[in-house]
């Protein structure tokens, strides 16, 4: 079997006019998940990565702690979502940065309600794909590793919450509820690993941060 490592982009600059842009803390998550992998021996023999520039520097970061990881493929079908746009599509007045407790889970309890609409057909946010499309280009990212990727190899993805919650959906078949549900629960620079053989994909762990168990991890955890 082949092994799938599936890497959440470490925090990105939630309520900023630039989301797609790393915080120095999403850098050091990366940085050190790389230590970790570099500690344990860890060597991938493909990299692929969607588009976005947090992608870019999640495998940035990765690849400081790492020390070597060879050239990725961007594959656009790993991008994310546009989550204004997706809770646009249900509640169009302009919302503000969220500045506290309430305001955050008022914020993402609208991005539930919109993501359930889009999944369901129910609304078409602008200038974003059908979710029927959405997980096609998933599913592409999915099937390429199946059909390059030697026997025994490691593979690593740096994608983001959407995209890794809807591959593991996709494995487990699961409602778009449940996927719902287990992308607004990633963890920022989280690890999903994947078993593969040529004809299929089976879930190993989700969401996990071991380069985060140390004593002073916990306050490096971070979901936006």
């Not at 520097?57 to 990881?69: D, K, N, T, Y």
């Not at 407790?101 to 609409?117: K, S, T, V």
Request: charged content about 15%; glycine content about 10%; aromatic content about 8%.
């Amino acid at each position: 079997m082949g092994t799938l490592y599936l890497v959440r982009h470490g925090q990105a600059s939630f309520g900023a006019a630039d989301y797609d842009q790393l915080s120095p803390l999403g850098f050091q998550q990366c940085r050190l998940l790389g230590e970790y992998w570099r500690a344990r021996g860890m060597q991938f023999d493909a990299v692929l990565t969607g588009s976005l520039k947090r992608h870019a520097q999640s495998f940035a970061g990765i690849v400081e702690g790492l020390g070597h990881a060879p050239e990725p493929l961007v594959w656009p079908g790993l991008n994310e979502y546009d989550s204004h746009a997706v809770i646009g599509a249900l509640h169009p007045e302009p919302l503000h940065k969220p500045a506290n407790a309430e305001e955050y889970r008022h914020h993402f309890r609208l991005l539930r309600e919109g993501l359930a609409a889009w999944m369901q057909g129910r609304t078409q946010p602008v200038g974003m794909p059908s979710y029927a499309e959405f997980s096609a280009g998933v599913a592409s990212a999915l099937a390429h590793v199946l059909k390059t990727a030697a026997q025994g190899s490691r593979v690593l993805i740096v994608s983001s919450g959407g995209p890794i919650s809807t591959a593991v959906g996709q494995i487990l078949q699961t409602p778009a509820e449940t996927t719902i549900e287990l992308n607004l629960r990633i963890r920022n620079s989280s690890v999903t690993e994947f078993a593969f053989t040529p004809k299929r994909h089976m879930l190993v762990t989700y969401n996990g941060l071991p380069h985060l168990d140390f004593a002073e991890g916990a306050a490096l955890v971070t979901y936006s």
